[in-house]
């Protein structure tokens, strides 16, 4: 059973870089069987995709966040990181770590998020 | 990109009620969607996916119909655990999100 754990600031000043780190236990994230992403949720809003990495394949960006946003792997250290560039009040959200669906999946598996203020 | 609407916003119903959600996509999605149930501070939680395949451990109560860019999530008799915000979610193309429906217990 896959368990994901984010890490990271839980403060973020206006126009400094957000970086959140997503821990993977009980497989590896090296694995082609899941698509590893980023979503977000402004508290009291929806959701929101931020973007997915394959492995050996690439990676994908909501084309709104597209401009600030980088994902990647540290494969020695199973963890999954998000970096967000320039952030801005609109930023401040429950960011969480999942496994995403896809059509060759039926099952996803989510991390407790973390909230991030941006805030001076 | 693909839009997501979802109808209600809110609904109220008292326990034992039927209970139909509607989401719509912009574009055909096949049956690339799933249903989620998110109660407050906790990560969203699958209930079903392909449209209308129930997730393994979730109550029978619990359905999806549709395709294309129609879909329904059916609460067949309503619970009190059962109070949360349901989302749809495509992953034909991406993933999107719809704006989610809140469920009030009456």
């Known amino acids: 059973q896959l368990q994901l754990q984010e890490s990271g600031p839980g403060l973020v000043k206006p126009s400094e870089t957000l970086s959140l780190t997503c821990t993977v236990s009980g497989g590896s994230i090296s694995s082609s069987s899941y698509y590893w992403g980023w979503i977000r949720q402004s508290p009291g809003k929806g959701l929101e995709w931020i973007g997915s990495f394959y492995y050996g394949i690439t990676t994908f960006y909501n084309a709104s966040l597209k401009s600030r946003v980088t994902i990647a792997v540290d494969a020695s250290k199973n963890e999954l990181s998000l970096n967000l560039r320039s952030v801005t009040a609109a930023d401040t959200a429950f960011y969480y770590c999942a496994t995403l669906m896809y059509s060759g999946t039926n099952s996803d598996f989510w991390g407790q998020g973390t909230l991030v203020t941006v805030s001076s | 990109d693909i839009q997501m609407t979802q109808s209600p916003s809110t609904l109220s119903a008292s326990v034992g009620d039927r209970v139909i959600i509607t989401c719509r996509a912009s574009?055909?999605?096949?049956?690339?969607l799933a249903w989620y149930q998110q109660k407050p501070g906790k990560a969203p939680k699958l209930l079903i996916y392909r449209a209308s395949n129930l997730e393994s451990g979730v109550p029978s109560r619990f359905s999806g119909s549709g395709s294309g860019t129609e879909f329904t999530l059916t609460i067949s008799s309503l619970q009190p655990d059962d109070l949360a915000t349901y989302y749809c979610q495509q992953y034909d193309r991406y993933w999107t999100f719809g704006q989610g429906t809140k469920v009030e217990i009456k």
């Open positions: 574009e055909s999605i096949s049956d690339w």
